[in-house]
T-cell receptor
Framework: DQQVKQNSPSLSVQEGRISILNCDYTNSMFDYFLWYKKYPAEGPTFLISISSIKDKNEDGRFTVFLNKSAKHLSLHIVPSQPGDSAVYFCAASGGNFGNEKLTFGTGTRLTIIP | DTEVTQTPKHLVMGMTNKKSLKCEQHMGHRAMYWYKQKAKKPPELMFVYSYEKLSINESVPSRFSPECPNSSLLNLHLHALQPEDSALYLC???????????????FGPGTRLTVL
């Protein structure tokens, strides 16, 4: 049972444009959400997070939006740069295991076209 | 020091071998994690240690044996593995603040394990 889903396995975006990555979840106990970026042969790198008490969090070029009623979050990257090409995972925590357990989505491979 | 280090980077082992993976962090984090990641799949949690005590075991087979000898070190002992255990093994850590573990986990680069 995949509790965190990223329905787009891949996404290509022109350099300078906006990249929008989407994530859906099913477990209403999740109360904290994170985005990680992963390059090949490296571990995931934390990008940005949001608590369920907020609907938006911004950090430089990265903004995460949370729609609790739809159980949906999205990551916006503006403007997109070639170095943003990577696999992006959304992750969620909360529920019975509290903050200790992160449940990851399946990932979206973002390719920025120069 | 703001990183999690893992050794070795690559490991090839036979099904009868015993080997260990090592993870180290010097950020003062008191929660440490082992994840397994297969190709084109998300990381899957295996074990969590909080304050050097095992707090979560995600029903991992006993051929994987974790150990947390001190607050900076986390080991994963491997014995009698199967070829399907070949994967990237990731270590992560996070801090405790105000009596709660932080959601933000910092990952190491992983150990690429191949079981022949």
């Amino acid at each position: 049972d995949q509790q965190v889903k990223q329905n787009s396995p891949s996404l290509s975006v022109q350099e300078g444009r906006i990249s929008i990555l989407n994530c859906d979840y099913t477990n209403s106990m999740f109360d904290y959400f994170l985005w990680y970026k992963k390059y090949p042969a490296e571990g995931p790198t934390f990008l940005i997070s949001i608590s369920s008490i907020k609907d938006k969090n911004e950090d430089g070029r990265f903004t995460v939006f949370l729609n609790k009623s739809a159980k949906h979050l999205s990551l916006h990257i503006v403007p997109s740069q070639p170095g943003d090409s990577a696999v992006y995972f959304c992750a969620a925590s909360g529920g019975n295991f509290g903050n200790e357990k992160l449940t990851f989505g399946t990932g979206t491979r973002l390719t920025i076209i120069p | 020091d703001t990183e999690v280090t893992q050794t070795p980077k690559h490991l090839v082992m036979g099904m009868t071998n015993k080997k260990s993976l090592k993870c180290e962090q010097h950020m003062g984090h008191r929660a440490m994690y082992w994840y397994k990641q297969k190709a084109k799949k998300p990381p899957e949690l295996m074990f969590v240690y909080s304050y050097e005590k095992l707090s979560i075991n995600e029903s991992v087979p006993s051929r994987f044996s974790p150990e947390c000898p001190n607050s900076s070190l986390l080991n994963l002992h491997l014995h009698a593995l199967q070829p399907e255990d070949s994967a990237l093994y990731l270590c992560a850590s996070s801090q405790w603040t105000s009596g709660r573990v932080s959601n933000e986990q910092f990952f190491g680069p992983g150990t690429r394990l191949t079981v022949l």
